[in-house]
């Protein structure tokens, strides 16, 4: 029996083996894998294997010694010995055009990456660590006898790791995503160290010849040694002198990620509203107090047996208005001055009323004359429907920065848009082939559906439009990047992905059994590499749309959550279209083919497919529909405010004289007054060339026709309680009733119209004309009343004095006796509600209610919301409306956000560039990485991605390594990858100083042809698609003027979010202008629209301050100086402007340039609330102050109620019925507001203030009135 050896020799003799096996190898390792190039692919059609060599290395041939140098510096030295020959350099730097173009930028990357290439390529240790599994024998003489076809690659699997570390936060600058997902064959989520190698060595990405099998170890395996060689972290130097990478382009850069600031909590206090806390405390505490000091005054009273007028009503009181001697009482100098200047008004209107009823055929003549100029100016009348014009002032800021951004690069262009869902609900999975998850796709994704959208899609492009008598189509107005090379149209679609194309959209790969890569796949790379040319799927279609630039996924689905864009629910399908607002030829035929495409739209019925669309006319074509079908409501509402005026003006003593009585005539002369004051302003504005707009049409005959109104049931009424005086001739007493009441119409309207005059200086367009158009519409009108109407009443009076019929003059009533009776609503508000209201028991509890209630809506002011709701302004049955909402639903992006930085930087320079760039070397507080990390926290600063930077990708299409950038050495021009040319040579030499930044006219020479280069699958850094448009170069190329850095804002669904939008891009763009020491602003479409939104509150404190600063001047001049009186106006209006606020809480009307314009208009209508009786009690001869306010509400008051409240009423109740939602909220709710705030104040409360803390009598007018009426029959109304 022989020897058996136990277990453990048997071990022991293995590991001999073993280690003499790898020292063997060891020994024998210096040599070749392969070396030169042989027989095409056969997998990979344009590819070459390599040959078969296992000799040692051989000395390069000096022709490739640039191009060693170049790729692989590490084995640039000695005798450059080497396993690889010239031409498979060549294939290596062609095959790593795509990495070097988007990894360059930071160069610890690029390092690390060429390292992994040349050691597989070149290295003159290529056995230890790779092992040649497969060959291919040919007889060709022409190659080595075989060729390698497949290799095995052993690598460190440290090294995978660093050099993925080093290149997993690399960006490409033109298309926001990560570089990684457009080399890694999936999104750079999904992407690491060992898939994003194995990628780069599969033949399916059309780069690798055969495949290259890796296998990662850091330790030693059957003998091979993994390349393991020393690698750079991103935020390593290397030795050459090049620096570490941007923060863009490495975190570890950035230090800590930017957190937004803390979100201030509430105001609470105890965890309620401060606010609503403040004016509990503040309400209670004024109840305490007031119903103290009524108690107090009421137990004096009793106590003393006095009324609280007993001062003065005590005849024995030398100051007493009633004593024995009243020439004895001492005015002041004020109430002398006072007395002087109410004299002289009522002197004054006194005579020119009497002229006005003597000579009624000059002055009607007269008016008719100015009236007819000043309409005349009508013809020149234009209407401003543009909404910038509209909404913001030519100087403001975001006006200037819109002119600035427009003349440099032309207007933001128009939309037309398309959001798709369908109401089909199956979701179905995709289970890819080549392994991983499986991914659920939505409904809308389904291949049928796309099919669907895809022949809609196409029809639109097919449609064809008529202007001034020529075919309009899509390709006549749309933006086409790369014309004149390709006129293919920017379609930002889903279906981009596919070509566009139903052939590309069922394009498959696959065989009886399996589907290997279709739609699926190619879908779910675009999404994540939509720049790429080539899916990298062996599909191999390029995910670049026809246009020549990428489909970013955010923009072309909706209604997905994170990044899972198979998750969509919608399809977005925007067609930009060309905005040139100042070739009139150019915009008709866009709004003409706009037109037709609103058409289709209509008229498409799809039922697996719900399409909401809107285009850059819809709106306006909406707001012209919504104003055309308003237009019967409007003259409905007008309608009954003039059949009300017409019946209620006259005062009916008996049915016999129902016709003589009436005031049909009169009243219709009294609104045809209001209206041409209403034409003569706009004509004297239209002379002057400034336009006008929608709201001044809509809002202006509704204020002139109140302030109108209330004046002629002044004048009128105050006629028809008046007692002719002996031996008075009608001209004298008209005169006399002129003298009365003209001095208070001419106080309220004057206050109106130098409080509408002052309105004029706000910012706002709408705010501004508004208020020049009304100011001069009632000073006109007041003109107008005073002078026309005052002559048609005499004439009227005339007639019915002669007892000839209304309208029917000729006819005439017998003589018979009739008494007159007051009406039946003065003798109302005389014996009834005036009575009422201020009885002493019913005063605290007025005061109360309305001081709670102004209470209330102090509390609630800094609650109502800023903004106007674009739904608003659509009709309820627009098709808009949809858009609008499906828009908030399903978008994930907002509108794009440009930096543009101003002219005047030197990009030439080094300290230019660095302030502006974001690779390496650049300042960490660049424009574009300050805009980056602005994207890190995109919930505050609704920065949504990282900027597109023309500069970035200049600096790395220009690299010497690079193959974009060449021209032809004999005539200079530039040479794209396409051409094939001995002379077309690097822009930039691969010297040391060749791979620096080109400067100076290096900079300025090679730009142009970047910006003309079109993206292709050599050179996919071409500037043409993305930047054409994004630099301003100067005459003869001498210099960059301005240019933008282009990113997009967070989804934005509420005006809120637009104006937080706005505020955060101008302190983002401050800040990098202060940073640069260089102007840069932000710029958006919207930012015109929602700019007065930054300064509304201001704007509005202003406004409606001036207004009442106006309206106490006014006040205290015309009512002689009554300091206290004017105080009673203005606290009375500012009470019914802040319980505005409240209704606008209430009712939800946000606070915008509208309700700015209803607020200034509410300002202008309370003066008629408040004005008349004011002045109505200053000038009453009764003996105390409930006396006097009880007499200025029964003969004011019922004029004010029947001539402003009840005319506006009912026209304002008609409203309600309106389709437009912007009349119901604007109009209908605040016009109620007004009327209603207007009344119960004016009629309610000023009473009672009135009689609490109401102005003395002023003596020096009792005085007057004592001797004027003495001997006269009105004596007796000064003990009334």
């Known amino acids: 029996m022989g020897f058996v050896p136990d277990r453990g020799d048997f071990y022991l003799l293995l590991l001999l083996l073993f280690l003499s096996e790898a020292n063997f190898r060891w020994a024998a390792a210096q040599h070749c894998v392969w070396y030169g190039e042989c027989a095409e692919s056969d997998k990979v059609p344009g590819k070459k294997y390599n040959c078969n060599y296992t000799g040692s290395p051989k000395p390069l041939d000096p022709e490739g010694y640039d191009l060693l140098l170049e790729l692989c510096p590490g084995y640039d030295y000695g005798n450059r010995k080497l ?3 010239v031409d498979q350099l060549r294939t290596l730097k062609a095959s790593l055009q795509l990495p070097l173009q988007f990894l360059s930028r930071c160069p610890s990357c690029f390092f690390n990456l060429m390292n992994l290439f040349c050691e597989l390529t070149c290295s003159p240790h290529q056995s230890q660590f790779m092992n040649a599994t497969k060959f291919e024998y040919t007889n060709s003489t022409e190659f080595n006898s075989s060729s390698v076809v497949e290799v095995q690659y052993y690598i460190g699997q440290t090294f995978s790791n660093a050099m993925y570390n080093a290149c997993q936060d690399v960006q490409a600058p033109s298309s926001n995503v990560p570089a990684l997902s457009l080399l890694c064959g999936k999104a750079a989520q999904y992407c690491n160290a060992t898939n994003w190698i194995q990628y780069m060595f599969d033949i399916n990405n059309g780069q690798a010849p055969f495949p290259i099998v890796p296998i990662f170890t850091d330790v030693p395996v059957f003998g091979y040694t993994p390349m393991n060689n020393k690698t750079y972290g991103c935020s390593e130097g290397l030795d050459d002198g090049s620096g570490p990478c941007s923060c863009q382009d490495c975190t570890k850069e950035c230090g800590p990620e930017p957190l937004p600031p803390p979100v201030p909590p509430p105001w609470t206090i105890i965890g309620v509203d401060a606010m609503t806390v403040i004016m509990w405390i503040s ?10 000091t009524v108690l107090a005054a009421w137990c004096y009273r009793k106590r003393i047996i006095l009324s609280e007028y007993g001062p003065i009503l005590d005849s024995n009181n030398p100051l007493s208005l009633n004593s024995d001697n009243p020439e004895a ?10 007395e002087s200047f109410e004299n002289v008004l009522r002197a004054g209107f006194s005579s020119w009323g009497s002229f006005c009823v003597r000579y009624p055929c000059s002055v009607i003549l007269g008016s008719l004359l100015l009236v007819m100029a000043s309409s005349g100016g009508l013809v020149y009348m234009r209407i401003t429907t543009d909404p910038v014009e509209l909404w913001s002032s030519p100087g403001s800021q975001a006006r200037q920065e819109k002119d600035y951004f427009d003349s440099h690069f032309g207007a933001f262009y128009r939309t037309a848009q398309l959001i798709i869902t369908t109401p089909l609900n199956e979701t179905f999975t995709y289970k890819p082939y080549f392994g991983g998850s499986d991914v659920p796709f939505g409904a809308i994704l389904d291949k049928d559906i796309l099919h669907q959208v895809l022949d809609l899609q196409l029809a639109i492009e097919a449609l064809v439009a008529q202007y001034d008598s020529q075919n309009v189509t899509l390709k006549d107005i749309c933006i086409s990047p790369l014309a004149p090379f390709n006129d293919n149209c920017t379609i930002l679609s889903v279906l981009n992905y596919f070509q566009n194309s139903h052939a590309v959209l069922d394009h498959m790969r696959g065989d009886e059994f399996f589907v290997y890569a279709d739609f699926h796949s190619h879908f779910l790379y675009c999404v994540s590499a939509p720049a790429s040319l080539n899916d990298t799927t062996i599909l191999h279609d390029p995910c670049l749309g026809t246009f020549g630039g990428p489909v970013f996924p955010w923009l072309a689905l909706g209604g997905y959550d994170s990044t899972n864009y198979n998750n969509a629910s919608a399809l977005v399908i925007t067609f930009p279209i060309h905005n040139s607002r100042n070739d009139t030829d150019s915009l008709g ?27 850059e006319r819809s709106v306006e074509d909406e707001i012209n529909r919504e104003s055309n079908s308003d237009i019967s409501t409007v003259v409905l509402s007008y309608a009954i405010m003039f059949v009300y005026i017409s019946l209620a003006l006259g005062h009916i003593n008996s049915c016999r004289r129902l016709l003589v009585d009436s005031k049909i005539s009169l009243a219709i002369a009294g609104i045809l007054i209001v209206l041409s ?4 302003s706009l004509g004297i504005f239209s002379y002057i060339g400034i336009p006008l707009t929608l709201i001044v049409i809509e809002v202006i005959p509704f204020l002139v026709l109140a302030v109108g109104v209330d004046n002629i049931f002044i004048i009128v009424q105050t006629y028809q309680r008046d007692e002719r005086l002996p031996q008075e001739e009608l001209h004298q007493q008209i005169g006399r009733i002129l003298g009365d009441v003209a001095p208070s119409i001419f106080l309220s309207s004057f206050s109106e119209t130098v409080a509408f005059f002052l309105g004029a200086l706000s910012n706002m367009p709408a705010v501004r004309t508004f208020s020049l158009f009304a100011g001069l519409a009632v000073f006109i009108d007041f003109l107008l009343q005073i002078s026309c109407f005052v002559s048609l009443l005499g004439l009227d009076l005339k007639r019915q004095e002669a007892n000839r019929l209304d309208i029917i003059c000729c006819a005439k009533l017998p003589e018979g006796q009739e008494t007159r009776t007051d009406s039946i609503l003065f003798r109302f508000f005389k014996k009834v509600f005036a009575p009422f209201i201020l009885k002493e028991w019913v005063r605290p509890i007025i005061v109360a209610v309305f001081v709670g209630v102004l209470s209330f809506s102090i509390a609630v002011v800094n609650k109502v919301e800023i903004g106007l709701n674009q739904q608003l302004s659509m009709p309820d049955d627009s098709y808009v409306l949809e858009y609008f909402k499906n828009l908030s639903q399903y978008l994930h992006t907002g509108a794009p956000v440009y930096f543009v930085v101003e002219d005047g930087l030197n990009y030439s320079s080094l300290e230019g560039q660095n302030a502006v760039c974001g690779g390496v070397g650049c300042n960490n507080n660049s424009l574009v990485q300050q805009v980056y990390s602005a994207s890190l926290i995109s919930n505050y600063s609704t920065i949504a991605v990282t900027p597109s930077s023309w500069l970035d990708d200049y600096l790395d299409w220009v690299k010497p390594r690079s193959t974009c950038c060449r021209y032809n050495n004999a005539t200079g021009a530039f040479c794209n990858t396409s051409v094939v040319d001995p002379l077309c040579v690097h822009c930039r030499p691969s010297t040391q100083s060749g791979k620096q930044r080109p400067l100076g006219d290096d900079f300025m020479r090679f730009l142009p042809m970047f910006l003309s280069d079109n993206p292709n699958v050599k050179c996919g850094k071409g500037g043409h698609a993305a930047y054409a448009t994004a630099v301003d170069i100067f005459p003869n190329n001498t210099q960059v003027g301005a240019s933008y850095f282009m990113t997009f804002h967070t989804i934005l669904k509420e005006s809120s979010d637009y104006i937080d939008a706005l505020k955060m891009a101008r302190i983002l763009a401050d800040n990098i202008s202060q940073t640069m020491d260089h102007k840069v ?5 919207f930012y015109v629209f929602y700019e007065q939104y930054l300064t509304i509150v201001y ?7 001036v207004s009442l600063g106006a309206i106490f001047l006014v ?3 015309l009512l002689g100086f009554e300091l206290w009186s004017a105080v009673m106006v203005c606290v009375t209006i500012a009470m019914i402007l802040v319980n505005m606020f409240g209704v606008m809480w209430l009712w939800n009307i946000s606070l915008n340039a509208v309700s700015l314009v209803n607020l200034v208009m509410a300002c202008g209508i309370s003066v008629e609330f408040c004005s008349h009786l004011v002045r109505a009690f200053s000038v009453s001869m009764k003996k105390s102050r409930v006396d006097r306010a009880e007499e200025a509400l029964a003969h004011m008051g019922s004029s004010v109620f029947s001539g402003i409240t009840l005319t506006k009423f009912g026209g304002i109740l008609i409203l309600a019925l309106s389709k437009s939602q912007i009349f119901q909220v604007f109009y209908f709710r605040m016009y109620l507001a007004i009327v209603l705030l207007g009344a119960t104040h004016g009629l309610i409360f000023l009473p009672v203030l009135l009689s609490y803390i109401g102005p003395s009598t002023n003596r020096a007018k009792l005085l007057a009135a004592n001797r004027r009426f003495i001997g006269t029959e009105r004596e007796q109304l000064l003990n009334y």
Request: hydrophobic letters at 45%.
């Open 83 to 85: 396993c690889c020959n």
């Open 283 to 292: 309400y209670i505490t004024f109840l305490f107090v007031f119903i103290g």
């Open 329 to 338: 009482v001492n005015a002041s100098c004020c109430e002398t001055l006072g």
């Open 589 to 615: 035929k866009a709004q003409a083919w706009e037109k037709e495409f609103i058409r289709f739209m209509k008229e498409f019925h799809n039922p697996n497919l719900t399409i909401a669309f809107s285009s």
């Open 677 to 680: 004051s209403v034409a003569s």
């Open 1081 to 1085: 602003f932000a710029y958006s479409v």
């Open 1099 to 1105: 704007d509005t404190a202003f406004q409606l301050s």
């Open 1115 to 1117: 006040t205290t001049v």
